[in-house]
């Protein structure tokens, strides 16, 4: 199949990304004891990708996993060249040349994640040792879709310490379904949400809101000083750290795939002052929106 002219790197409808901070990856997933062995740092959703293009000449520092369960495409890793179909996946080990494309007449939809870690190559060499041609057959099984959500859900939900060990952990679990699917087995479990996993649920839904310390103690039904403890306790963070985290996480996501000023992002997310988002922006980032938004024009995920 020739390599089409109209080519997409994001933008389809219903697509989910999420990207783990650098600050977050630099001051814990890297330094803790436990996520610093395996973590990830992207991790998506592409439905029906039509025109999906990547070109990475030099590859990047992460591992990639793609997994494709429905449409076709095709995929060039050291220059060898694999089509793609339903219940296939394919791991590109980190700093290796390759580019991959979608399908025009049957898209594809994958689940991919980037990932990196002390033991990250080695389980790479397990699974290639399995794999032709950096490929290998999947049966579809729906509790490992649902691995992959729950690593979605909870990353959204932002980063305390317990949260992104719970989250690495999951994908040790999801990295043993694909080198041992026979083994494969995975129970389901009712998510039970206390007080402060409710208050998160309602922070996420009111990202567009200015809300205080007050009114999430109020919503929680407890005092301002046993609250922001509690809080603290479960995540890691004030509540309103953990706040400004889920809006620039939803502010990458503006900025990635929509045409919307920094001021307009801003409004959207219930910051009135562009500047003071900028900076808030760029203490977790470690980069300022345009940067942000410049940068991945270039750099893909």
Known sequence: MKEKTLKKREGFEGQQLIVVPRKISADF????????????????????ARYHYIKRPAGISQHIIIYCI?????????????DILPSQFVIIPANTPHKYMSEEEEPWTIYWIHFKGEISAYIVGLILQRAKNFRLHLTYNENRIRLFEDICINLQKGYGDDNLRYVNMIFNHFLSSLLYEEKFNHSDQEERQDIIGQTITMMQEKLDKLITLQEFSQYAGLSVSHFSAVFREKTGYSPIEYFNHLKIQKACQYLLFSAATVKEIAARLGVEDQYYFSRMFSKLMGMSPSEYRNRNKTAEH
């Open 70 to 82: 429905e449409g076709k495409g095709w995929i060039e890793i050291d220059k060898k060249r694999v």
């Open 29 to 48: 997933l890297t330094q803790d004891p436990i996520t610093r062995q395996l973590y990830i740092t992207d991790i998506g959703y592409y439905p029906k």
